[in-house]
């Protein structure tokens, strides 16, 4: 292939690590995407319980919350629950995100024509 080629200036152990840096940028780049997908749903578990309010507030006319408030609690309970686990899922995935992209950063000054093909 030729990206071979495109590494001899680096030497000859960065030759012979090619296929080990190539297949470590691989795993990153599915790991990166993986943590987009966490980020994505993150994001739409977060939308559920403000959809559930929104439509609690909608239909608010139809009842009275002091009557209704056994049962109002244990669902604005769980959506701030929901809410809670969006938000970790989001943070987690970012967190995530920003290590591969280190890790991606370091491989690159490592071996600058890596950076030619990954950007």
Same mark, same amino acid.
């Given at each position: 292939m030729s990206v071979e080629a495109n590494f001899s200036d680096e030497g000859p152990s960065?030759?012979?690590n090619l296929p080990l840096i190539l297949g470590e940028v691989q795993v990153l780049l599915a790991e990166k995407r993986t943590s987009l997908s966490i980020i994505r749903s993150g994001i739409a578990v977060m939308a559920l319980p403000l959809s559930i309010s929104s439509l609690l507030i909608a239909t608010s006319r139809y009842y009275a919350a002091?009557?209704? !408030?056994?049962l109002l609690i244990p669902v604005l309970v769980l959506c701030v629950a929901v809410a809670v686990l969006g938000a970790y899922l989001v943070v987690h995935?970012?967190?995530n995100l920003h290590r591969?992209?280190?890790? !991606?950063?370091r491989l690159k000054q490592r071996l600058p024509t890596l950076a030619e093909i990954l950007d």
């Open positions: 960065a030759n012979a002091t009557e209704v !408030l056994h995935g970012l967190r591969h992209d280190r890790h !991606l950063s």
